[in-house]
């Protein structure tokens, strides 16, 4: 099963008031801890300018420039998806949740036969995680997101098998928004 991982990264960060996944997070910039996470999977990263110059050539890692990253995380989906081959599973992941590992990723690929959706659920709170794994069959439904649409029209779909895993681990869920 061909697996390719897509980086989110081209948000302006408004709310910081800077660039927030070039600043610090436990030593490293936080964009890094994403790509560490997905290394396996050949990410291709979807930046905005300050992002994308900041990786430059990265080892291991393709960047795709997002110029119009006020069109919001369904549009960096697109230009994302227009890279991965039909027959390959997407995986996504947000340039912001630090705390996501390759444990938890290599968890949810477990789950993938026989799914079309495939993400962390918490199994005491119910709140849903990332990453999110769209087979070929969900990934055809990302051309028909509005711009500033979120992932969870797809994920919400009842067309699609959903298979939401059980995961513990506070990775999956960490938004570095709420601290």
Not at 117 to 125: E, I, S
Request: net charge neutral.
């Amino acid at each position: 099963m061909l697996i390719r991982a897509v980086i989110l990264a081209a948000g302006a960060s408004r709310r910081a008031g800077t660039q927030k996944l070039l600043a610090d997070f436990r030593g490293r910039r936080m964009i890094e801890y994403a790509i560490e996470a997905a290394t396996a999977w050949r990410p291709l990263v979807v930046a905005g300018s300050s992002v994308a110059d900041a990786l430059g050539t990265t080892e291991g890692i393709t960047v795709i420039r997002n110029a119009l990253p006020e069109r919001g995380m369904s549009y960096s989906l697109k230009l994302a998806d227009a890279q991965v081959p039909k027959e390959a599973w997407l995986m996504l992941l947000l340039g912001d949740k630090p705390l996501v590992t390759e444990v938890i990723i290599r968890a949810l690929c477990r789950s993938l036969q026989g799914a079309d959706l495939v993400y962390p659920l918490h199994p005491q709170t119910g709140v849903p995680g990332h990453p999110v794994f769209f087979s070929p069959a969900a990934r055809a439904k990302i051309a028909a997101l509005d711009d500033g649409d979120t992932i969870q029209r797809i994920r919400d779909d009842a067309g699609l098998v959903r298979r939401p895993v059980a995961v513990i681990e506070e990775g999956a869920y960490f938004d570095v928004d709420a601290l």
